[in-house]
């Protein structure tokens, strides 16, 4: 099960393709809408396994960045990590909290989606 989550998130099915994913694998973005998701348990080609959508996770984060909360973040694929560098990235979210030089993780609110009150 992943352990990215920090606070409550939106989950959604999606297909495995291309490679197994592992859970709390950065998927995305999703052509159909342009969003991301975290893989919240493994799973094979061809099978639907639950994906957050939204919500507060921690993740890697490239380790010489610094950012205050509330930046946005790319994630780059070439290195599976968080980055306030943006180039040709796609925007995974926005910071929650600030990140210092030599911190290995951040926390990221995954598509800028906060949960309704009461969820």
Same mark, same amino acid.
């Given at each position: 099960?992943?352990?990215?989550?920090? $606070?409550?998130?939106?989950?959604?099915?999606?297909?495995?393709?291309?490679?197994?994913?592992?859970?709390?694998?950065?998927?995305?973005?999703?052509?159909?809408? $342009?969003? *991301?998701?975290?893989?919240?348990?493994?799973?094979?080609?061809?099978?639907?396994?639950?994906?957050?959508?939204?919500?507060?996770? $921690?993740?890697?984060?490239?380790?010489?960045?610094?950012?205050?909360?509330?930046?946005?973040?790319? *994630?780059?694929?070439?290195?599976?990590?968080?980055?306030?560098?943006?180039?040709?990235?796609?925007?995974?979210?926005?910071?929650?909290?600030?990140?210092?030089?030599?911190?290995?993780?951040?926390?990221?609110?995954?598509?800028?989606?906060?949960?309704?009150?009461?969820?």
């Amino acid at each position: 099960m992943s352990k990215t989550l920090v $606070e409550p998130g939106y989950i959604v099915r999606h297909t495995v393709s291309g490679s197994a994913v592992v859970a709390g694998e950065v998927l995305g973005p999703i052509a159909t809408n $342009e969003r *991301f998701r975290i893989a919240k348990v493994a799973g094979a080609v061809g099978v639907d396994v639950a994906c957050y959508e939204a919500g507060v996770h $921690e993740l890697a984060a490239t380790t010489t960045d610094v950012w205050a909360d509330g930046d946005k973040l790319y *994630f780059d694929p070439a290195t599976d990590k968080l980055t306030d560098v943006a180039g040709a990235l796609k925007e995974i979210g926005t910071a929650r909290g600030a990140k210092a030089n030599g911190e290995t993780t951040a926390k990221v609110l995954l598509n800028n989606t906060p949960l309704p009150a009461g969820y």
